[in-house]
């Protein structure tokens, strides 16, 4: 095929995402110097179509970011005034008392929020400082300059035939070039993780570790509606199964976040995270407050966990990672999002200052040593060993000594160094000869629903006639390995029905219902011969969450 033509065009600084990072990274840059051309481009259908967060609200990135962000009205608008953390059983809960929990753990100060509406209104402020932003415009490829830096992206590329040639409507894209490029892609970006890969930027850190967030939106009974109510649990229905636990935010107009997290690191691959967060909603205490509701939506997304230890390095030729590309969520307080605002103005302000001396296209040194010295540091550090204590120990050593260490770490102690992570979360996925099938209810329909139910409640669309955006690097390996070995695990880790073994015996292919991906990356993150690579489809397709 001919090598493609495309038009580019020159900024200063381009910016890959429109989320907290992102959008927090483009108001810096043009607070610090008005005159700057500054671009960001997301490939939802707009600004917070693909946000899914929690999310309780640290507003500390925002406060340092906007510190009038109430007069300007961002949408903030349910303070946290109740704090509850159970241990539940498969019958009843025990109460932790709050009194026991870190100070770092406490949601006074902090807000119940949307993101997706948060990421909107940042746009919103963004634009009329001059940003210009371009939603629906999928990055695609990473433009490299002569010397092997990163030069540009390619964005909007539509119209190809199934097997990836042209098609008759077919929109070559254009290049994007800046003097810096940030990439604020969130959770395992398709070209954060080449530029990772490409720059070696991972060899001095720990394995990344994540999560699976999957999470509903329930419009219900007034009377039983408690505005500004935070609760987590851990335990049931997991347990020794996996690492992981729940959330439950009461925001306004007696809506009720719910959601459950699973951490990708499980053994069993008869592990169904999906089916453990619509069986949790049948423990009595979840099941009595949804009585009478209704689910108005649903999401997932993959979460970072490896936090401080697992950082790559931040800064390569010609860019940064913002956010969650590098993996800023402090794990216990299940908070990233002031994190990624943080990083942004971090990196927009050593940016500024290279570009007012002249410089492009080289490291941006000083951005990596502000993170890690600075606020973002110092909130994951203090935290750094609750995840592996998890991992290798279970939920009690978790609770018991990683909540003795984060305390000691409030005083500036740290009685346990650094931990490490150990395996990646394909690694620790065992044959499925070692381990018992779980049996798991059938969906109500009440409380509990199949996935291509949910699916259909996170309102997402592909364009059915372009290639499948999740690419086999061997064709043959689910069967022939996946299934043999590990029962076909992509069946039941993927939290929308994306994957299935069709047929019997020797008759059995995989089938890629790509239609259905929420563009969660858990496929890139757990598959265990690490066989699924998740890229990006043509703009503005996938979910369109409304306020996630």
């Not at 998890?390 to 009690?396: A, D, E, I, P, R």
């Amino acid at each position: 095929m001919a090598e493609i033509e495309r038009e580019a065009m020159e900024y200063d600084v381009v910016i890959v995402g429109a989320g907290p990072a992102g959008l927090s990274a483009a108001i810096r840059l043009k607070q610090l110097d008005a005159d700057l051309n500054v671009v960001v481009l997301e490939k939802g259908s707009e600004v917070g179509a693909h946000i899914l967060s929690g999310a309780v609200l640290d507003p500390v990135g925002l406060n340092k970011l906007m510190p009038d962000w109430k007069d300007k009205g961002a949408p903030l608008n349910v303070p946290v005034k109740e704090d509850n953390f159970y241990m539940l059983g498969e019958a009843g809960q025990l109460r932790i008392p709050n009194m026991l929990m870190p100070p770092l753990m406490n949601n006074h100060g902090n807000y119940i929020v949307s993101m997706g509406n948060v990421c909107r209104w940042m746009a919103e402020q963004a634009e009329e400082m001059g940003v210009e932003i371009f939603p629906g415009m999928a990055c695609s490829e990473i433009v490299y300059g002569e010397n092997g830096e990163v030069k540009g992206v390619v964005a909007g590329e539509f119209g190809k035939n199934p097997d990836g040639t042209p098609g008759p409507s077919y929109e070559p894209g254009m290049e994007l070039h800046g003097k810096y490029v940030f990439l604020g892609e969130g959770v395992r970006g398709s070209l954060s993780k080449q530029v990772i890969a490409k720059y070696d930027l991972a060899a001095k850190s720990d394995v990344q570790k994540y999560g699976l967030g999957m999470k509903e939106i329930w419009e219900i009974d007034p009377e039983k509606h408690s505005e500004g109510t935070v609760t987590h649990t851990m335990g049931w229905p997991l347990e020794g199964n996996a690492g992981g636990g729940s959330f439950i935010y009461h925001l306004e107009n007696n809506q009720v976040y719910v959601g459950f997290v699973v951490h990708l690191n499980y053994k069993n691959p008869h592990i169904f995270p999906y089916m453990e967060f619509q069986r949790f909603k049948h423990h009595p205490k979840v099941a009595e407050l949804l009585k009478g509701g209704k689910r108005v939506a649903y999401g997932a997304r993959a979460i970072t966990e490896g936090g401080y230890q697992s950082m790559p390095q931040l800064e390569f030729p010609g860019g940064a990672l913002l956010g969650c590309a590098a993996g800023m969520v402090n794990v216990p307080r299940i908070k990233g999002n002031h994190n990624a605002m943080l990083s942004g103005i971090e990196a927009a302000e050593v940016a500024v200052e290279a570009i007012k001396a002249g410089r492009s296209g080289d490291m941006l040194d000083g951005y990596d040593k502000a993170v890690r010295k600075g606020e973002i540091g110092q909130d994951l550090k203090k935290v750094r060993n609750v995840k592996p204590l998890w991992s290798k120990y279970g939920l009690l050593a978790s609770l018991g000594i990683g909540g003795m260490d984060m305390w000691m770490n409030t005083f500036g102690i740290g009685f346990l160094g650094t931990l490490s992570h150990g395996k990646s979360d394909a690694d620790a996925t065992e044959e499925a000869s070692k381990h018992k099938v779980i049996d798991y209810p059938k969906p109500d329909g009440t409380l509990s629903f199949d996935r291509l139910t949910n699916v259909s409640f996170s309102f997402t669309n592909h364009e059915e006639s372009q290639p499948a955006h999740l690419h086999l690097t061997d064709p043959d390996v689910p069967v022939s390995v996946n299934l043999a070995k590990y029962a076909g695990p992509s069946a039941r880790y993927c939290p929308a029905g994306v994957y299935e073994f069709v047929g019997e015996g020797a008759e059995t292919k995989f089938q890629i219902n790509f239609q259905n991906c929420v563009h969660c990356k858990t496929c890139d993150i757990k598959d265990p011969s690490q066989n699924i690579t998740w890229t990006v489809p043509q703009g503005g397709d996938g979910p369109n969450y409304p306020n996630m």
